[in-house]
T-cell receptor, first 115, second 116 residues
């Protein structure tokens, strides 16, 4: 079964608009970690944010913010005032305490920011 | 240190040929991971090493795949008798010993394999 679901395949926004990327996860572990990674055309995965299952406090880091809700198993990610350099594929990922040596990635959301 | 290096960046091979990829992790990182990413999908875990020991292998790692890390530094991933379904991006990552995925990996830029 897919542990991480990103229903949005592609999103296009105009520069300076805000954009929210959705992520729904599934796990039986009580201890787990959620991540967002960015994959630009060059291919490497760039770490953006991490949240553990015990901390539902939502935060803002620069232009990034996230909304973690255990009740709905969602971990959404928002980019405020989008820029062309934000164009990339964004992956949500899950790591479980039980199998802590690997990530389970979603299928990714391709974001295009139009100047 | 320039991060995790993978070589080659791109590889085109004919079906049935063998290919080998190399990954050089960050020098002080004891753990090394291989992931495979097919088009339109997220990366999928293949295997990981702690030093030279291969500690975990995914079911995705068929008999045609073999990974080694002989001296606990660089690693190689070999695919024998390549098939078109092997076409993918092969990503390597590394991390410090005693860390788990939640402590974060550093990923390389990947090797893109195309089997024709």
């Amino acid at each position: 079964a897919q542990k991480v679901t990103q229903a949005q395949t592609e999103i296009s926004v105009v520069e300076k608009e805000d954009v929210t990327l959705d992520c729904v996860y599934e796990t039986r572990d009580t201890t787990y970690y959620l991540f967002w990674y960015k994959q630009p055309p060059s291919g490497e995965l760039v770490f953006l944010i991490r949240r553990n299952s015990f901390d539902e406090q939502n935060e803002i880091s620069g232009r990034y913010s996230w909304n973690f809700q255990k009740s709905t198993s969602s971990f959404n990610f928002t980019i405020t005032a989008s820029q062309v350099v934000d164009s990339a594929v964004y992956f949500c990922a899950l790591s479980e305490a039980r199998t802590g040596n690997q990530f389970y990635f979603g299928t990714g959301t391709s974001l295009t920011v139009i100047p | 240190d320039t991060g995790v290096s993978q070589d080659p960046r791109h590889k085109i091979t004919k079906r049935g040929q063998n290919v080998t990829f190399r990954c050089d992790p960050i020098s002080e990182h004891n753990r090394l991971y291989w992931y495979r990413q097919t088009l339109g999908q997220g990366p999928e875990f293949l295997t990981y090493f702690q030093n030279e020991a291969q500690l975990e292998k995914s079911r995705l790692l068929s008999d045609r795949f073999s990974a080694e890390r002989p001296k606990g530094s660089f690693s190689t991933l070999e695919i024998q008798r390549t098939e078109q379904g092997d076409s993918a991006m092969y990503l390597c990552a590394s991390s410090l010993a005693w860390t788990r995925a939640w402590d974060g990996y550093t990923f390389g830029s990947g090797t893109r394999l195309t089997v024709v």
